[in-house]
């Protein structure tokens, strides 16, 4: 039996320019973009936002974190290496070598595949903007004397973005883990590009969350516009079609505010105004059911 | 037999022979599907359920593409002087990311969303991939499996599995055609890089929809069977 924990997270609408510097040699800072239909959508990677969780950890529980982050040398440190030939990486050791993976590609000495490497429990969807693209642009200059680069110009998008995340707790070398991934989600911070000088709040402002057996998740891209707002629409049809069982479902944030939110009470699913409350309520769910597992 | 229907939000399936820019195949290939019902399952052995047939239907439209900046990492082979350089700077062997990543485009395919026919009548094993699919989606409190379930590349996540309805559009099947421009791989040897390939074009269902998994049968296996053959 294996149980899996996943969370469709939709941010607040705000200015984003998660531009990262992957400029095409002209002064212009370009957006991420993905094709949807017919649509172009902005996007923020997977890896971004694993950065985010990183950053969490580091700041939560820093002994426990292998790679950290040093922002006044602009460094990543390892604490696993010890030398250039030693063991790097510890997954029972480091919460984020469990959680996020690693390799370490090597050749051995007789020069064959050495390459230790572990698969990432957590996986991350890529964000995807709830609304198309419409090329909207900002021009700045640079202070002081003007020369030929002096102008530039920035792609910005009004919009909010939502991802999904994945976990299956029994795979992780420490199971209470799966409940820090959760603490991390309300506490999501450094997302926003412009070489992150730029906010762009990332925090959830309404959340799904899903404790199941299913392998599968259902809920991702479950939030669409709505006016000015979002609504989940496509969730409760797959409630309605029983494609999800509602007692598995816990929502929470702005979503219970609108009308989605009666019939997703109606349909018995647990819905909480906020997000943090929705959060603790799974932090409990997953105690329950590592309860069950261990008594069995 | 099985009908399953798979959707898959945003997803990528590298060409077998894409260099540097990461193109992707428009459909997923059968070498990627047999993987995902692998993994659907919790069955860490690519040979079990070898022998196993798959038909693939698209639903819809073709997914759209669209192209994104990632980082990736390459080595530099390098050799004489600059290897021992690069040796006594890092130790040997190691590839720092500093040093060994850069920017790269990719594709990405979105709104996939699939039909998968199996038929386990070819296969050995001793309880059918057919059948480990139907108690995985009736009862998945029975099946002990790990991670994210992806199709195509692992951060491909697939948003949900389930029996095909016939509410959820007509399929266009993948039918095997020798002179088709739809070239999918059935079968990636990692270690060498070889494979067997398919080519299609899009049909109605029928017996040339059926792809067979198996391994591809290599020079020196042939060789071996001729000489016993002889023998």
Redesign the interface.
């Known amino acids: 039996m294996s149980k899996h924990l996943f969370a469709t997270i939709v941010t607040p609408t705000a200015i984003a320019a998660n531009n990262r510097g992957e400029g095409d040699g002209s002064t212009l800072s370009t957006l991420q973009k993905i094709t949807f239909g017919n649509d172009q959508y902005s996007t923020v990677s997977a890896e971004a936002i694993r950065w985010a969780f990183r950053e969490y950890l580091q700041n939560v529980t820093e002994s426990e974190v292998n790679r950290t982050f040093d922002p006044d040398e602009d460094k990543y440190n390892l604490k696993g290496e010890k030398d250039k030939k030693g063991a790097t990486f510890d997954s029972q050791k480091y919460i984020d070598d469990d959680l996020f993976g690693y390799m370490d590609a090597k050749k051995g000495a007789d020069n064959e595949n050495d390459t230790k490497k572990r698969r990432g429990v957590l996986e991350v969807s890529r964000a995807i903007s709830l609304d198309p693209y419409w090329g909207d642009i900002a021009f700045g200059s640079t202070g002081g004397q003007k020369g030929k680069t002096s102008i530039h110009s920035t792609e910005v998008h009004r919009t909010a973005y939502q991802y999904t995340i994945a976990l299956t707790p029994e795979s992780l070398k420490k199971q209470e883990r799966a409940a820090l991934v959760l603490d991390a989600i309300s506490a999501i911070r450094h997302v926003g590009g412009n070489h992150s000088r730029f906010l762009y709040e990332f925090r959830p402002e309404s959340i799904v969350i899903r404790l199941t057996d299913d392998p599968s998740p259902w809920i991702m891209n479950c939030f669409q516009r709505s006016g000015d707002t979002v609504g989940c629409s496509e969730l409760i049809c797959l409630i309605n079609a029983k494609d999800i069982d509602p007692s598995e479902l816990i929502v929470g944030g702005k979503i219970s505010k609108t009308p989605y939110a009666e019939s997703l009470k109606q349909a018995n699913v647990k819905v909480c105004d906020g997000v943090k409350e929705a959060i603790q309520i799974a932090k409990q769910r997953l105690a329950q059911t590592k309860k069950e597992a261990t008594s069995l | 037999m099985t009908l399953l229907y798979i959707e898959c939000?945003?997803t990528s399936f590298p060409r077998s022979f894409a260099r540097d820019y990461k193109e992707t195949y428009l459909y997923p290939p059968p070498s990627t599907i047999y993987g995902f019902l692998l993994s659907?399952v919790?069955e860490e052995n690519l040979t079990t359920h070898l022998g196993v047939e798959l038909a693939l239907g698209i639903i819809g439209d073709d997914p759209?593409?669209?192209r994104?900046?990632?980082?990736q990492?390459h080595?530099k082979f390098a050799i004489g002087q600059e290897a021992k350089k690069r040796i006594a700077k890092?130790?040997?062997?190691?590839?720092p990311s500093s040093n060994f990543s850069k920017?790269n485009h990719q594709e990405?395919l979105?709104?996939v969303r699939i039909v998968v026919q199996v038929n386990s009548h070819q296969e050995t094993a001793s309880i059918k991939l057919t059948e480990r699919i139907s108690i995985?989606l009736s009862?998945?409190?029975?099946?002990?499996?790990?991670?994210?379930?992806?199709l195509g590349e692992?951060?491909g996540?697939?948003?949900?599995?389930?029996s095909y309805r016939e509410s959820d559009g007509t399929i266009r099947w993948l039918v095997k055609d020798k002179r088709g421009l739809i070239g999918l791989p059935i079968w990636i040897n990692r270690t060498t890089g070889q494979g067997t390939f398919q080519r299609f074009s899009f049909g109605d269902f029928c017996s040339d929809c059926w792809v067979s998994i198996k391994l591809p049968v290599s020079k020196s296996n042939t060789k071996l069977s001729k000489s016993k053959a002889s023998k």
């Open positions: 939000p945003c659907l919790g759209a593409i669209s994104i900046v990632r980082k990492r080595h890092y130790g040997e062997g190691v590839y920017l990405l979105t709104n995985a009862t998945p409190s029975q099946i002990t499996r790990f991670g994210g379930l992806s692992s951060n996540l697939v948003n949900g599995v389930r």
